[in-house]
């Protein structure tokens, strides 16, 4: 099989694929011979169908068959063999039926080559980072959550914060009584926690109340009609919750509120494991440096952003293959026609660009992706995750055996590394440019991200 390459333009070329009778006849032969073994014809023994009978039955077909697939293979190892860099796939010039009777063929193939692209990282180019400062109410803030969240539930004189209130709850009639026929819905132990209704007019019913007090409220209009939420606050089917819009008198039993914990050395294991933080200053500063990890996202964020935005203004007038990107992408999907493609390749087109500018920069700048860095990546997400459900104190074998479950979900694994090829890259970025740092507040930061979209 003869292969050729002729560059028609500095984005695009031919391929010619020149096929004589002995590249594909034994593979022919061994195709029929599979089918006479697994395939019944009348009259012959499974497996010892002649030669000539299969020819006749089948041979067109699978001549058909293996013709298409050494051919593409061929242009396929040509191209990875000659390193000629292509965006998309080879489409075929010229698709017409084949002629089958004939013993040799020319098969040619058109292919978009990728640009180009000299891009240069270094520290002539400098790019903003904005750190976000640190402000002594964002630590009272947090310290105010893991008071709330360490510490115990004890009863309570008065409905305020975070309280949760017992007492039965008694559906009531238009008038304002007590429903007392059959069937009415009556909650001897009945539980409700104010602070999670979505409707404020019902919450600040409940505000300040005490024991002994009756609270008359609207289970419905709490939760806004969700199904599994009235029929847990009023013990039924979810089938019957669904339909109850009546007002209810509850008689409160029991008041129960959160006791903020105190900050001793059980408070310091619970929030940051066991003997990291041992006294009020180390305790601060590990809020605050918590606090700065996790605002320090945002900014690597916006700088990612800025980047990618800079390199794009800086090396995104390169010339494409337009015409062929735009049939390659016609063929491959069914959404796309010749009508609307022009519009639809204008909206991928800045998103192509940058792929093409990202995947340039990662060999200029040398990033490799590591099965180390995939797993301390998934180890991290793992850890969020943990942190979301309150567990701040998991350890690194529960950490590291989470994140194992996750990777081996293909389709997880395959955004974590593209994921962490973005990582890699941008910090690589950052290490290679001059970096222009710049602490404000986080106010300031919203100010400098709304300007950026408005920008856009």
Known sequence: MNVNFEKTSDVAGLITVNVVEADYAEKVKKELKEISK???????????????????????????????????????????????????????????????????????????LTPEINITIDKNDKLPFYEIEVSDEMIAEQDKNFCERFGSQVPGEEVTGRALVKGTIMQMNEDGTINENEGAVQVIDGIVAPFLFKSEAQKAIFEGKKVGDKVVFNPYETCEGNPAELASMLHLDKDIAKDIKDNFEMAISEII????????????????????????????????????????????????????????????????????????????????????????????LPSL????????????????????????????????????????????????????????????????????????????????????????????????????????
Not at 46 to 53: A, E, I, L, R, S
Not at 95 to 108: A, R, S
Not at 430 to 454: Q, R
């Open 353 to 456: 660009k940058w792929q093409l500018i990202k995947e340039r920069a990662a060999q200029v700048l040398n990033v490799k992706i590591t099965e180390d860095d995939i797993l301390s990546y998934a180890k991290q997400m793992t850890y969020h995750q943990f942190l979301q459900y309150g567990i701040t104190n998991a350890d690194d074998e529960t950490i590291t055996a989470s994140a194992k479950r996750i990777l081996a979900d293909k389709n997880y694994r395959s955004q974590i590394v593209e994921q962490v090829g973005d990582q890699k890259l941008f910090s690589a970025i950052s290490e290679a440019v001059s970096l222009d740092k710049k602490e404000i507040s986080l106010e300031d930061f919203k100010k400098v991200v709304d300007k950026i979209n408005n920008a856009e």
């Open 257 to 348: 509120v959160v006791k903020n914990a105190e900050h001793d050395q059980t408070f310091f294991d619970n929030v940051f494991g066991h003997d990291k933080v041992h006294n009020e200053e180390e305790y601060k500063k590990a809020v605050a440096d918590m606090i700065k990890a996790q605002l320090n996202g945002n900014s690597v964020s916006l700088f990612n952003r800025e980047a990618s935005d800079y390199l794009v203004e800086k090396y995104g007038n390169m010339t494409l293959p337009v015409e062929f990107l735009k049939k390659w992408l016609v063929a491959r999907n069914e959404e796309l026609t010749a009508e609307n493609i022009d519009k639809e390749f204008e909206q991928m």
């Open 38 to 112: 697994k395939r019944t014809v009348p009259g012959f023994r499974q497996g010892h169908v002649p030669m000539g009978q299969l020819q006749r039955m089948f041979g067109k077909q699978v001549k058909s068959d293996v013709l298409n697939q050494e051919v593409y293979e061929a242009v396929i190892k040509y191209l990875q063999e000659n390193k000629i860099s292509v965006l998309g796939e080879p489409l075929p010039v010229d698709v017409k039926e084949v002629d089958l009777t004939q013993p040799d063929y020319t098969f040619q193939y058109e292919v978009g």
